[in-house]
């Protein structure tokens, strides 16, 4: 049976923490606009900051959807699935926002992550919860966490911040969405120190 919580508790929070990889959907207001749901799972990339409050960091490597429909709109679902251990599911249904490279509130949480410190990092996603609930999540498989890859790290980790903002600055679904919204700003604001 599903469970709607008044907060991210310890126990919630220890799942979170936990796992391997959670899912982002947010979606356009425009009723025939893209629907998106992104993975993400870098280790060191999500910080639970209080009991209403999850960020988490947008790397580059594919387009911007997640960034300009919180622009255009806050609505966002994080969701994380047990595929190890006792199974279960956890979503945020909340609002959220995406503090650039350049915001005056970036240095206060870039601390959070252990992956900051990389030329990769777009914005840090905060996202403040409206709505806390975890299911049974039966019917998710059972799976082994191997190892994490090594590969966006890798790929990104030999760029300047130069050369990311020109990376950025060429992919066609960074500055605009599929849908013509305004997504991360270019060129690429440079990281406040």
Known sequence: MGRVHERIDDRLRSFIDAQHVFFVATAPLAGDGHVNVSPKGRAGSLA?????????????????????????????????????????????????????????????????????????????VVVTAERVSDSCGFAVPLMEHREDRSLHADFFGRKTDEQFAEYCAAKERVGVSLDGLPALPLPLPPRTA
């Open 48 to 124: 639970v900051l209080d009991d209403r409050t999850v960020a988490y960091l947008d790397f580059g490597g594919s387009g911007a959807e997640t960034v300009a429909h919180l622009r255009e709109n806050g609505r966002i679902t994080l969701m994380w699935c047990a595929f190890e251990g006792p199974p279960n599911i956890v979503r945020v249904h909340g609002r959220g926002e995406p503090v650039f490279r350049d915001d005056p509130r970036w240095a206060g949480l870039v601390g959070h992550f252990a992956a900051a410190d990389e030329p990769a990092v777009r914005a840090i």
